[in-house]
């Protein structure tokens, strides 16, 4: 090959190579590969990397956040400026179904109980329209009975009502624990702690759960969240999952988790903590003496499990070395708005302890006892001794001022939101 054709060639590659460069996308200075948009991570120096069971599981409060809807909030807001002040106010309490009984025969523990819905109850509903209902021993009968009273007090109202039973496992299961009932049974909850895997609570939330919602239920007094703390406790004992705040905290979220999934209210009680006062608040007001940094290190944790979606129910617990005072949690700002609502974060409602009990009827009347619980930050108000006089004193006090309607409307608000959460609305 002579050299004019030689020359020829290269010229002929050169320009090959030209145009397929020209085509060919040219690289920036910016790494484009899938793995670039994955940030890298280096161990900090003397911190190992954490192993895939090491990793936390997802917290509570995750899994009860309020479901994001845009149909709630208006159908909700709309529902609230159609209230009257007593529809307001009924949302508030919630109470024993011997109270609607306006005759005053049979209005607390220590009087008969109603198994069925009367015309006289569903007058007393039209004009004293409560929140809701909660069921003892003496109002259950048989499967058959208590499904028909709960669901002819549902059909009675305008709001759909909580309906609320104490169905904790163990000692305290007023169904399971009934003779005409054959359900699973727990032997305590101190038990179920005892074997160390949370699964165990949660299959026990679920159980109860499904049974519960199966008779139309829809809020269980559960789990019990104190920290036993005590042997010379009366009221907890083994009602509590564990004498250590971490187990009893896992226990709890546990048990609460399979409520939830069975479509029924977890309540998380006692705060400020049952579990290290000697007293039953039943019988006069219960205290602990324990300081915020011992509390916050035992009492409080199994609290912080408890999310958006849940309730927490308030001791009528005094905190001395805290407060200063020997005011009962219940009635108390500082605790229930600035440690329980503040500190601790809780978003879910909180709701008293029952207020026909010693700790409180012996403190304060009937009409004083429901406005400081309000003033201290509680969103429901259960089983005042005297409903009526309650009732009239919340309705006066935002008549005169004493309580303002914005605090109030908030207060209904959140709670319809609760009832639209949990399917009680038709919503959420």
């Given at each position: 090959?002579?050299?004019?054709?030689?020359?020829?060639?290269?010229?002929?590659?050169?320009?090959?190579?030209?145009?397929?460069?020209?085509v060919l996308p040219q690289p920036s200075g910016e790494d484009t590969s899938v793995m670039a948009s994955v940030p890298a991570t280096t161990p900090q120096e003397g911190v190992p990397s954490p192993t895939q069971e090491e990793l936390p599981p997802p917290t509570q409060e995750t899994e009860a956040a309020v479901p994001e809807t845009t149909e709630a909030p208006d159908y909700i807001r709309t529902l609230l400026r159609e209230m009257t002040l007593r529809e307001k106010v009924g949302q508030l309490f919630v109470i024993r179904p011997e109270s609607l009984n306006l005759t005053g025969e049979a209005g607390n523990s220590k009087t008969g109980g109603y198994t069925q819905l009367t015309d006289a109850m569903k007058d007393a509903l039209k004009e004293y329209p409560v929140g809701g209902i909660v069921m003892f021993s003496k109002n259950i009968e048989s499967p058959a009975q208590i499904t028909a009273f709960n669901a002819s007090l549902q059909a009675a109202v305008e709001i759909p009502l909580f309906i609320c039973v104490d169905e904790e496992g163990g000692s305290i299961a007023r169904l399971a624990n009934h003779s005409a009932f054959r359900l699973p049974k727990y032997k305590s909850a101190a038990a179920v702690g005892k074997t160390g895997d949370p699964k165990n609570a949660l299959e026990m939330g679920r159980s109860i759960g499904t049974y519960l919602a199966s008779y139309g239920f829809n809020t269980d007094f559960a789990p019990?969240?104190?920290?036993?703390?005590?042997?010379?406790?009366?009221?907890?004992?083994?009602?509590?999952?564990?004498?250590?705040?971490?187990?009893?905290?896992?226990?709890?979220?546990?048990?609460?988790?399979?409520?939830?999934?069975?479509?029924?209210?977890?309540?998380?009680?006692?705060?400020?903590?049952?579990?290290?006062?000697?007293?039953?608040?039943?019988?006069?007001?219960?205290?602990?003496?324990?300081?915020?940094?011992?509390?916050?290190?035992?009492?409080?944790?199994?609290?912080?499990?408890a999310g958006s979606g849940d309730w927490v129910m308030t001791g009528h617990i005094s905190l001395p070395n805290v407060t200063g005072s020997n005011t009962p949690a219940t009635m108390s700002e500082q605790v229930v708005t600035g440690i329980l609502k503040t500190q601790l974060g809780f978003q879910g409602l909180v709701i008293t302890d029952s207020l026909e009990m010693d700790a409180i009827t012996d403190l304060y009347g009937s009409d004083r006892a429901p406005l400081e619980a309000l003033r201290a930050g509680c969103d429901l108000l259960l089983m005042p001794i005297d409903f009526i006089r309650s009732f009239d004193a919340v309705v006066e006090a935002v008549e005169t001022g004493g309580l303002s309607e914005a605090r109030l409307d908030a207060i209904v608000e959140r709670i319809l939101r609760f009832k639209a959460q949990y399917g009680l609305l038709g919503v959420g």
């Open positions: 090959m002579d050299r004019a054709k030689i020359i020829l060639l290269l010229l002929c590659l050169v320009l090959l190579v030209c145009l397929i460069a020209a019990i969240a104190d920290v036993n703390t005590n042997p010379k406790n009366t009221v907890i004992g083994d009602r509590a999952f564990s004498s250590d705040p971490e187990i009893a905290a896992q226990m709890a979220s546990a048990m609460a988790q399979g409520l939830r999934e069975s479509g029924i209210i977890p309540v998380f009680k006692h705060f400020p903590g049952h579990g290290d006062t000697k007293e039953d608040s039943h019988d006069g007001l219960a205290v602990s003496y324990k300081t915020m940094v011992e509390l916050s290190a035992c009492e409080w944790l199994p609290f912080e499990a």
